[in-house]
């Protein structure tokens, strides 16, 4: 114990004699080689990163990329593979800093080229997206799909485009799901037949301009491209008129979901010579609304509904004076004597259905009257014996009271077992066995039992 006292003791001295100059010199050397072990300066941090895998002759290979940036690079939005790659290296594992070797390259991608091979593990390679990435590109899709359908459609009574916050609200309202993988013109018209299906918003698509050129000097008859324009669905006003060069024009409105049809019915109404022309891709209205063009807008709305239902109520109408035509034909083949005994049999097929129907009915709410009546019955016994009971035990506790003197004390109830208790017998009484078999029975959905008939049966089963 005195050695080791004195070794301690010389190390004292020697570290006293150290300059206080040379001691800050050296707490600065270590502290700087330890910033040089912990943070060497070729160390690169993968921050941000998404690895993305390939599989191929059974290796692994890897390669760090941005995570906003693998599906620019697969839709062609980025090209530079230096902004795409945190660096241009192939790995076979990433977070352990594991280059592939070149033999390994040439054997599974037939080059040594470290680019080439990025790329195609970039395009062909699997990627793991991120929460944040996904949900930045389902709202860049929505905004995607709300655009087109804000440009290419129309309210059908202004004939004016919505904005996109209006169709935004519109899709949320109608539930419309977008899908990261389907094409966003796919989506649109899936958007758009949903929300006229809910009519969560009155939309339409905005008609197109078209034009059919043909020349006159072909077989092509005006007449028959414009009832077959009429037959295919084309409402609007067709236009028919020669353009300088000598060709002729037949320009009207349609629906763009008529222009394969538009286009198959130019080639073969006209010939070689016809063709179909776009004027104008979405025709809306716009500039500022007036209040007299307004209301000459609803003026025409109004019009038009009135004569709709003016032309329902004709063919409903007619439709009636048929069927009355018929029935009036079918009588007139048949006997006034057939006529009359037919009548009374199928009063009286009726009024038998009708009997049968009300025995049955009188039957049934027989049965349930019975029922209801047993249901009562049984309730008012058991409420009866509950009362009878709990009358007893109130007998019996008055008596023992009065037995003691004749002293009335402020009596508890048990509302599980009935009867009143005094303060100690309300104490005593949860502790009981009694209490406890009767909560057993409460909890089982049975009914609570008296003291002497808990007495009377064997409890003991039961606690077991």
């Given at each position: 114990h005195s050695t080791c006292n004195h070794r301690k003791a010389q190390v004292a001295k020697c570290h006293s004699r150290v300059a206080p100059s040379a001691q800050s010199a050296l707490v600065i050397a270590r502290a700087k080689m330890s910033?040089?072990?912990?943070?060497?300066i070729n160390q690169v941090r993968l921050t941000n990163v998404a690895v993305v895998r390939m599989q191929t002759h059974g290796k692994r290979f890897e390669v760090a990329a941005y995570r906003n940036k693998v599906v620019n690079f697969r839709q062609g939005v980025e090209t530079?593979?230096?902004?795409?790659?945190?660096?241009?290296?192939?790995?076979?594992?990433?977070?352990?800093?594991?280059?592939?070797?070149?033999?390994?390259l040439k054997t599974c991608f037939g080059t040594t080229d470290e680019e080439e091979i990025c790329r195609i593990i970039l395009m062909k390679g699997s990627v793991q997206v991120s929460d944040m990435e996904r949900s930045a590109q389902l709202e860049a899709t929505t905004k995607e799909v709300a655009s087109m359908v804000a440009a290419k459609c129309v309210d059908p009574n202004s004939n004016r485009p919505y904005t996109v916050s209006q169709i935004r609200d519109a899709m949320q309202r109608a539930e419309?799901?977008?899908?990261?993988?389907?094409?966003?013109?796919?989506?649109?018209?899936?958007?758009?037949?949903?929300?006229?299906?809910?009519?969560?918003?009155?939309?339409e698509r905005a008609k197109m301009e078209l034009c059919i050129v043909y020349d006159p000097s072909s077989a092509c008859d005006e007449e028959e491209v414009i009832r077959a324009l009429k037959d295919a669905g084309v409402a609007s006003k067709i236009d028919a008129k020669e353009s300088g060069n000598g060709a002729k024009r037949i320009s009207f409105l349609a629906d763009p979901s008529l222009f394969r049809v538009v286009d198959t019915i130019a080639k073969n109404e006209c010939g070689p010579s016809g063709r179909l022309e776009i004027l104008q891709q979405v025709v809306i209205d716009e500039g500022d609304v007036t209040f007299a063009s307004e209301m000459e807008r609803k003026n025409d709305i109004s019009s038009s509904k009135t004569s709709a239902l003016a032309a329902t109520a004709e063919k409903s109408n007619q439709v009636?004076?048929?069927?009355a035509q018929m029935t009036i034909a079918d009588t007139d083949g048949q006997d006034e004597d057939d006529i009359a005994e037919a009548r009374p049999i199928s009063a009286r097929k009726s009024n038998k259905k009708a009997q049968k129907k009300s025995k049955k009915a009188k039957r049934r709410e027989k049965e349930e009257a019975a029922e209801?009546?047993?249901?009562?019955?049984?309730?008012?016994?058991?409420?009866?014996?509950?009362?009878?009971?709990?009358?007893?035990?109130?007998?019996?506790?008055?008596?023992?009271?009065?037995?003691?003197?004749?002293?009335?004390?402020?009596?508890?109830?048990?509302?599980?077992?009935?009867?009143?208790?005094?303060?100690?017998?309300?104490?005593?009484?949860?502790?009981?066995?009694?209490?406890?078999?009767?909560?057993?029975?409460?909890?089982?959905?049975?009914?609570?039992?008296s003291e002497e008939e808990f007495l009377a049966c064997d409890a003991d089963a039961f606690f077991d």
């Open positions: 910033r040089q072990i912990t943070q060497p530079d593979l230096d902004e795409t790659l945190q660096t241009d290296r192939v790995f076979t594992n990433v977070s352990k800093g594991q280059f592939a070797k070149n033999s390994d419309f799901c977008v899908h990261p993988n389907r094409s966003v013109k796919q989506q649109f018209l899936d958007c758009v037949k949903l929300i006229r299906s809910k009519d969560v918003l009155s939309l009636e004076d048929d069927l209801r009546q047993a249901r009562i019955g049984a309730e008012k016994t058991r409420q009866a014996e509950r009362a009878e009971r709990l009358g007893l035990d109130r007998e019996e506790s008055n008596t023992a009271d009065t037995g003691r003197g004749g002293s009335i004390e402020a009596k508890r109830a048990c509302n599980t077992c009935g009867g009143s208790f005094s303060a100690a017998q309300y104490r005593a009484h949860f502790r009981s066995d009694w209490h406890r078999y009767n909560m057993k029975l409460k909890m089982s959905g049975a009914a609570p039992v």
